[in-house]
T-cell receptor, first 113, second 114 residues
Framework: DQQVKQNSPSLSVQEGRISILNCDYT??????FLWYKKYPAEGPTFLIS?????DKNEDGRFTVFLNKSAKHLSLHIVPSQPGDSAVYFC????????????FGGGTRLMVKP | NAGVMQNPRHLVRRRGQEARLRCSPM?????VYWYRQLPEEGLKFMVY????????ESGMPKERFSAEFPKEGPSILRIQQVVRGDSAAYFC????????????FGPGTRLTVT
């Protein structure tokens, strides 16, 4: 039973345009959400996070939106750059589940020059 | 400013052998987590340790797998009598106390069981 789902395995975007990566979750106890970026043969790199008390967090070109009623979050990258091409993982944590992160299956983003 | 270090980066073992994976957390980080990534899947939590303590091992298989984080030295994930299904990428992450949600990952160890 996947508690965190990324339904799009891949996404292709033109350089300069907006990339929108989506993530859905089922566990209403999740209260902290993170996005990680992963290049081949490397570990995931922390990108941005959001607490459940917020609905938006912005850091440079990256913005994460959280819709708690829909149990949905999204990562917006604007403008997209070729160096953004990677696999993006959504992760969630629940205060009553200790400190483990539950990951989605990932979305492969390809930004075309 | 070294990040999380893992070694070896690649490990090949025959069925029935033992695999030892090492993780040195970032400087100042006292919390260590191990995750496993099977091909084409996301990362799955295995175990969370603090120095000399296993805090949460709910994701660890009941047999053949063990983990430790001694007072001195790296954290070790040990897999005894490996089977082909153990082939995966194993990632270690670390965090600061109080900032446990923000985990920083190492480059991973790719275990191949032949």
């Amino acid at each position: 039973d996947q508690q965190v789902k990324q339904n799009s395995p891949s996404l292709s975007v033109q350089e300069g345009r907006i990339s929108i990566l989506n993530c859905d979750y089922t566990n209403s106890m999740f209260d902290y959400f993170l996005w990680y970026k992963k290049y081949p043969a490397e570990g995931p790199t922390f990108l941005i996070s959001i607490s459940s008390i917020k609905d938006k967090n912005e850091d440079g070109r990256f913005t994460v939106f959280l819709n708690k009623s829909a149990k949905h979050l999204s990562l917006h990258i604007v403008p997209s750059q070729p160096g953004d091409s990677a696999v993006y993982f959504c992760a969630a944590s629940a205060d009553n589940a200790g400190n483990m992160l539950t990951f989605g299956g990932g979305t492969r983003l390809m930004v075309k020059p | 400013n070294a990040g999380v270090m893992q070694n070896p980066r690649h490990l090949v073992r025959r069925r029935g052998q033992e695999a030892r994976l090492r993780c040195s957390p970032m400087k100042g980080h006292s919390h260590v987590y191990w995750y496993r990534q099977l091909p084409e899947e996301g990362l799955k939590f295995m175990v969370y340790l603090q120095k000399e303590n296993i805090i949460d091992e709910s994701g660890m298989p009941k047999e053949r797998f063990s983990a430790e984080f001694p007072k001195e030295g790296p954290s070790i994930l040990r897999i005894q009598q490996v089977v082909r299904g153990d082939s995966a990428a194993y990632f270690c992450a670390s965090s600061l106390p109080g900032l446990d949600y923000e985990q920083y990952f190492g480059p991973g160890t790719r275990l191949t069981v032949t």
